[in-house]
């Protein structure tokens, strides 16, 4: 009896596991993505600092004890990630057209494993960029981002990644699928922050190539964790790419049409009009995800924070949207709907709250209370997910998917231009402006 106690306890376990499928993908490539989030911020200021304004060693590791040379040093940090968001945005937009419905036709495998190959270039070609001494900030450009963009990028990643779980789950689960997915890849936000700082001051002694690397292998796991474990197709109409072009089947005006068809066509219910308020409402949300660039620059600055002190911050913040989204989980598991379409709303304000306190924040401990008020924030994404898929038929999931991680590119490319345009301490500013250096002499 013991024995088959124990046989049992095993065969849940294993039935447990066997529900696992683009979770480890979406750690994987997250986790190496937080580990080099912070380090990135200071490799592009280190960079602009020794080959763009050509100063030493010695003053571009002591970038905070001179405030001239730090301020000249953010406008060419900030005028690069201006050039370098439109550059990772534009050609994943176009390619929205065409992924949605070749996933839905093709499989959300390749596609996944095609936009992490791009993650994968962007890492190995930053390494290479830490090597050579004579490229500046702006080579990054295009060698790294440019070739990343080409190839999808978190378009997708994460397209595929949301339509594969929607593939395999049904209606009642969708929700709470989503949820953990996102769950898993939040998770990495403290950790990965936290690991990567420790990292980078105590174990490779302040090394971006090194960091970058270690990055790069985590990509690579990620490649071999998708190629290994998930399956071509998730849908039986679905149809493998054997004897066929990929350019051409990819590449097919059909695709557009498609795209285009799915996004117009009339639906019940005021469907469509609902579908677009979504995607209006995913876009208006995202226009906040570029603001890490700029807030470490912000930061550094203003309260003369250096990577460990970010660091700690970023991990903080972090970890109390994974604290908070874990409770907004048990509420969605209770399906009682009205809590959980009110989570959409209360994130929303959580997180414009958040970033009011970050404008008005004259001390560093007001950043940490903007954090905490934002923490319900991350919420609003999959919950808004999880409604666009309920409005669109299984075929249309990858489609709409795209179209929606998509609307992040466009509030991504419009926010990258008026941000650098902002002298710093202005009357009335809004959030992370660009310093210039004639501010410098006020």
């Not at 960029?129 to 060698?143: C, F, M």
């Not at 469509?272 to 620059?297: N, V």
């Not at 301490?425 to 004639?438: D, G, H, L, R």
Request: proline letters at 4%; hydrophobic letters at 45%.
């Amino acid at each position: 009896n013991e024995d088959k106690k124990s046989d049992k306890k095993w065969r849940k376990y294993l039935k447990w596991i066997e529900h696992i499928s683009v979770e480890p993908t979406m750690w994987l490539y997250m986790m190496a993505y937080m580990i080099t989030s912070v380090v990135e911020q200071a490799f592009f200021v280190y960079k602009a600092c020794r080959v763009d304004h050509g100063y030493s060693e010695e003053i571009c590791s002591n970038l905070t004890d001179n405030e001239t040379i730090k301020t000249e040093v953010q406008v060419t940090v900030s005028s690069f990630h201006q050039w370098n968001n439109i550059a990772g945005h534009v050609v994943p937009i176009i390619l929205a057209l065409f992924f949605g419905n070749w996933s839905d036709r093709r499989g959300r495998k390749l596609p996944l494993i095609i936009g992490l190959l791009g993650k994968f270039i962007y890492s190995f070609m930053v390494v290479i960029n830490s090597l050579i001494d004579t490229w500046n900030l702006n080579t990054i450009v295009y060698s790294a981002s440019l070739p990343m963009g080409m190839l999808g990028g978190d378009v997708a990643i994460f397209g595929s990644c949301f339509a594969y779980i929607s593939d395999i789950s049904s209606v009642k689960q969708r929700t709470i699928r989503i949820t953990i997915l996102d769950v898993v890849y939040l998770s990495t936000m403290p950790t990965g922050v936290a690991l990567g700082s420790y990292l980078f001051t105590n174990v490779v002694k302040s090394s971006y190539t090194i960091m970058f690397t270690i990055n790069t292998i985590l990509l690579a796991l990620a490649i071999v964790y998708s190629l290994i474990r998930l399956k071509w197709q998730t849908l039986s109409q679905q149809q493998s790419l054997v004897g066929t072009n990929l350019l051409t089947d990819f590449f097919d005006k059909k695709h557009i049409v498609a795209t285009i068809k799915t996004m117009t066509k009339s639906r019940p219910n005021h469907g469509k009009l609902h579908l677009w308020l979504l995607l209006i409402m995913m876009m208006l949300y995202t226009f906040q995800r570029d603001e890490k660039p700029m807030s470490f620059l912000y930061t550094q600055l203003k309260f003369k924070w250096n990577v460990t002190t970010f660091s700690n911050f970023r991990t903080f913040q972090s970890a109390t949207f994974v604290i908070e989204i874990i409770i907004i989980i048990i509420i969605c598991l209770s399906n009682i709907y009205f809590l959980y379409y009110l989570n959409e709303t209360v994130g929303a304000i959580s997180h414009a709250s958040g970033r009011v306190i970050f404008i008005l924040a004259k001390i560093s401990k007001l950043f940490y209370v903007g954090a905490g008020v934002a923490a319900l924030g991350p919420i609003v994404a999959p919950v808004l997910r999880s409604m666009t898929s309920k409005l669109v038929s299984i075929e249309e999931r990858a489609a709409i998917n795209a179209k929606s991680v998509t609307t992040a590119g466009p509030a991504g490319a419009i926010t990258a231009y008026p941000i650098p345009q902002r002298p710093p301490y202005a009357p009335n500013q809004w959030i992370y402006p660009k310093p210039t250096v004639e501010s410098i002499h006020s």
